[in-house]
């Protein structure tokens, strides 16, 4: 007899605010500094997770295709970890979606982890505590762990696997932050942040990055519970500038930015100069995440419009965290 | 009576390997960390110092020009320290001209001080040692104590203002190295090197970026002492971004590159890794320094100008120190 349990998630892509990168146990995904980001409402993997006894193996269909090997071994190591810990034995069947290209400076991986997580759980009908399901999340990708609470969240440094846990610290409508996206490539990325982390003791400067950045989280997590815009938009592109200089400066060097980049980041400070409430922030890739309050949100839209290499612009408003859709 | 004393002498900018940035004395400009150049043949400043007697106060023509009060005052404290080295209460007659673009990442300031050190202790017939020269020169600009010396050289650290002196590592015919010079704009930079030496211990990365200097500076000396090209192309690259990761890490942020900037340095990765002896360092400035071995000199020309946003390409050699034409 075959028994079949199954459920669907939705989780959103985040936007970090203060960076998380390098990892003191790359196993379990234990960072060397805590973050903080907003999740993007509307930028979403939607997963479905089905246990099923009868198959042999776990497989995953990807944005509607048969998904790379190399895919599929993430996957079900993270199927492991939640099998062992829900305590069944059954192969998966995933297969989930994005509704924003992959591997472009828009967190893929910390949605499908944070839906797979929650999907995962909830098709095995056991239910976990948010905490516990963001430390879960946490070792498929470091940044899923903050996509499955509400709107803005911190993911805390912690100790050991179970205090490294992510949790909000306000709800979307808090503070009406808008991402405006200027997206200059769809082209995915030639080194994907799980490899990235791994890199990031080779900088002579990410231990100078990370010792600052527990106060730098201080004054971003205060700037945002105030709604303090010019305080927020120093912190969070110096921060950004600080991760992208331990990138660089890593062996190999990683360089995310592309000239429209640059291009985009210097008018972001331009405009800011000139009154509008906007900063910048970049992940391991190209496309530049201009954080606006809402009042700045279309004149930021149609000024990226006009900077050569802007290819797209896609906007997105603090968002809520994971959902059960069904299941 | 009057009289009149009268010295020109021709000095090149220079392209540091191992770069200098941030001082732990501004007044005197002992630098945080050694540095290690090379100089450029047939980019030069030529300047004329006439001490006269007669004159109230010290003149300054730059590039045919009566100079900026701004810069008059520079030259004129540098002025000071010659006439209080030399013993003399003349004031002086500068005239100075550049053959190459002023204050887009090529070294002016270095060129322009190093000439003025050589002309104004000439023209007061006085003789100083090499060293000594190298001294005064750098306080009127770090770098310039380094446009004296011939070929290769290196600027030490010191103790004190008598030892942080410069001196050749290796004549120009030592090894035929050509910095193919890629210029994106010619627009003066907004913030000058002397005023971005005084903010780079804003940056949290600088002391990081000091502390590996040494050890860099020794890894490309005996590189260029070896002419092993590939050691060296990795540790110049790398000193480089580290200097930019600081500039753009700083309060406020200094970002020198430009769109084709970052597009040239990307090429000059992916060109070596094709096969050409070539890498890439920037000073404070957009301009893109790409160090050849004489062999991939051409192609790397050719393929830089086919660059959009590379308004023209220089090519310089190798070349001697700073030396008098006359008097």
């Known amino acids: 007899m075959t028994s079949l349990r199954r459920a669907t998630a939705q989780a959103p892509a985040n936007i970090a605010f203060i960076k998380y990168w390098g990892n003191r146990d790359h196993r379990w995904n234990l960072p060397q500094n805590a973050s903080l980001s907003m999740n993007l409402d509307g930028l979403y993997a939607e997963t479905t997770v089905t246990w099923a006894d ?58 499908a982890f944070a839906a797979l997580t929650v999907a995962g759980t909830a098709a095995a009908g056991v239910e976990l505590s948010e905490r516990e399901l963001t430390t879960i999340a946490r070792i498929g990708s470091g940044s899923a762990s903050r996509s499955i609470p509400t709107g803005y969240v911190e993911w805390h440094l912690g100790e050991a696997h179970e205090n490294s846990f992510a949790e909000s610290i306000a709800p979307p409508e808090h503070w009406a932050l808008i991402d405006v996206i200027a997206v200059v490539s769809q082209a995915h990325k030639r080194v994907g942040s799980k490899a990235g982390h791994r890199s990031a003791d080779t900088s002579d400067l990410q231990a100078a990055r990370v010792a600052g950045a527990a106060s730098r989280l201080a004054v971003c997590r205060r700037a945002v519970l105030e709604r303090d815009f010019a305080t927020f938009a120093k912190v969070v592109e110096h921060d950004s500038n600080l991760m992208h200089a331990v990138m660089m400066t890593s062996d190999p060097p990683l360089f995310y930015w592309l000239p429209p980049t640059l291009a985009i980041m210097e008018s972001v400070r331009n405009w800011r100069e000139d009154g509008l409430h906007v900063c910048y922030t970049l992940d391991a890739g190209a496309n530049v995440h201009c954080l606006c309050e809402q009042s700045s949100a279309d004149a930021v839209r149609s000024a990226l419009q006009t900077i050569d290499g802007v290819v797209d612009v896609r906007m997105a408003s603090a968002g809520q965290g994971a959902r059960l859709i069904s299941g």
């Open 54 to 111: 009868d198959q042999p193996s776990d497989t995953l269909v990807l944005n509607g295709e048969s998904a790379s090997q190399e895919a599929l071994a993430r996957v079900s190591t993270h199927l492991d970890i939640l099998r062992s810990r829900l305590n069944i034995r059954s192969r998966a069947e995933v297969i989930s979606k994005n509704n924003f290209p992959m591997g472009a400076g828009i967190a893929s991986s910390a949605a």
